[in-house]
């Protein structure tokens, strides 16, 4: 009898045992999606110069723009460990521009003297530890007066077993729709001037964009990180702006013509070292090719100081260099022969640069006490375009984050 | 077939020799530095709207993570 008692105990206890760890707590929990950040990015842009391409390459190119961004991030983990990121990405911007008034001269105000250009997107990511990789997709959309898009990237990265180093693909498409609005004294008989209320029709024409890319980043040393990115692009459809105009050698007038196609390739080089205790080096430099004839090299250099473990100064300068496409010509200078011609001087040669500085803070108990506001950074640039008269423009932002 | 050197082609590959070559292996635990946050290698938040007026006033475009399609810019 007692051996038994002996063996039921001992099995019950050899039970009690399995279950206990049938009831063990996996290594990791599942955590439903929960707000990981919010990013509010306000940001105040002017430029003014003497090239606007919807005079032909004369003209105010007098230019006003209030953007704003809310950038949501979700962050969960799920049954089998893999961590879901979702991105709510809203953007709106409103400009206001003098050029764009030159369209339909004769009107009071013409449909595109301002406008409101807004583009939300949507991003899903999968980050899986066992076997390194992130999976993503992202829906965009993009709507203006005229214009509208949709688009949609894919990507995937795999990072090495020492998480040193990470390989990236990403490919996109964006199908794009224009309402083709025309200079006022160039519309056929019959032809819409796009405004609200006139029942007259205008022409759509599409704009497809397709794009891919290869970014290879690595960890040198424990200061010292690269990234190096090739992405190419290809685009067709109307390429041109139809509002744009361009006066021949003759003195006729016409809308710019530009190639249904363009293929594009950036090349990207990225090196961060974070030299002693205080400073960091950001630099980037971009080559980039395309078909219509354009060639630039592009650099950007940046230095944050933390002045002290929760203040930063970031003083930034770049440079870049391009050649004009082979259909640029100035005002006056197109001749009647040529089959593609513009005067659009952001795709004529020239040498840019922009210069200011960042300011970031911080603290560790939150900007002004609160809490939840983690960090606030205010960034101030000057931009100078030597193109045709010269252009310059300055860019205030302010970008606070919250936690 | 013969192959130009280009001053650049020459700086990006010997950057990128220098770097293939020099690489050491960085545990997690060493790289409080590279984990700053100023460190990320990417383009900063901040920065997005200005990498939207470079794609707008100028004709080259991409691989410097702004935006590289969608959306007009023809103001």
């Known amino acids: 009898m007692k051996k038994i008692c002996l063996s039921v105990g001992l099995l019950l206890s050899l039970m009690k045992v399995g279950y206990a760890q049938t009831e063990q707590k996996p290594a990791y929990e599942t955590r439903k999606l929960k707000v990981e950040e919010i990013n509010l990015v306000s940001s105040y842009y002017q430029q003014d110069g003497n090239n606007s391409a919807v005079t032909g390459g004369v003209g105010s190119e007098k230019l006003t723009d209030l953007a704003q961004s809310f950038d949501l991030v979700l962050k969960g983990i799920d049954r089998k460990n893999r961590q879901h990121t979702l991105n709510f990405d809203f953007n709106i911007d409103h400009y206001t521009s003098a050029s764009s008034d030159q369209i339909d001269p004769l009107t009071v105000s013409s449909a595109s003297r301002s406008d409101t250009h807004i583009y939300p997107s949507i991003s899903w990511s999968i980050h899986n530890d066992a076997n390194r990789t992130t999976k993503g997709i992202s829906l965009a959309y993009s709507t203006e007066y005229d214009y509208k898009s949709y688009g949609i990237n894919l990507s995937f990265a795999k990072a090495s077993a020492d998480n040193n180093r990470e390989v990236s693909l990403k490919a996109g498409a964006f199908f794009d729709t224009w309402k083709v609005i025309l200079p006022a004294e160039l ?11 006139d029942t007259d029709p205008v022409d759509y024409k599409p704009r497809n964009s397709y794009n891919a890319s290869l970014s290879v980043s690595q960890v040198i040393n424990k200061r010292l990180q690269v990234l190096f990115v090739v992405e190419p692009a290809f685009q067709q459809g109307l390429l041109s702006t139809p509002f744009h105009r361009i006066y021949f050698k003759d003195g006729s007038e016409t809308v710019e013509r530009l190639p249904g196609s363009r293929l594009k ?3 990207g080089f990225r090196l961060h070292y974070f030299a002693g205790d ?20 592009t650099i950007n250099l940046e230095a944050p100081i933390k002045l002290t473990s929760f203040v930063s100064v970031s003083p930034f300068y770049r440079f870049s260099h391009q050649t004009a496409v082979k259909y640029f010509a100035a005002y006056g200078q197109h001749s009647l022969t040529e089959r593609y011609y513009t005067s659009d001087y952001d795709i004529s040669g020239f040498n840019s640069q922009f210069m200011g500085t960042g300011i970031r803070m911080a603290p560790p108990g939150g900007v002004l ?16 375009r030597s193109a045709g008269t010269g252009m310059i423009a300055n860019s205030i932002t302010f970008l606070a984050k919250i936690k | 077939m013969t192959i130009q050197i280009t001053p650049t082609s020459a700086l990006c590959g010997s950057i ?17 530095r590279i984990n700053d946050a100023e460190m990320e290698l990417s383009a900063r938040k901040s920065e997005k709207f200005e990498q939207n007026f470079y794609l707008y006033r100028e004709g080259a475009a991409g691989a410097n993570g702004g935006k590289s399609g969608g959306g007009c810019g023809c103001n």
């Open chain 1, 187 to 197: 519309r056929p008989d019959g032809y819409g001037s796009g405004a609200h209320g």
């Open chain 1, 369 to 384: 006490g609160i809490g939840h506001l983690q960090s606030v950074e205010l960034r101030y640039g000057h931009y100078i």
């Open chain 2, 16 to 32: 990128l020799l220098i770097a293939a070559t020099s690489c050491v292996s960085v545990k997690e635990y060493q790289k409080s």
């Open chain 1, 265 to 267: 390739l950036p090349v």
């Open chain 1, 278 to 297: 205080r400073v960091i080096v950001r630099a980037f430099y971009r080559y980039y090719i395309d078909d219509w004839g354009m060639q630039a090299h």
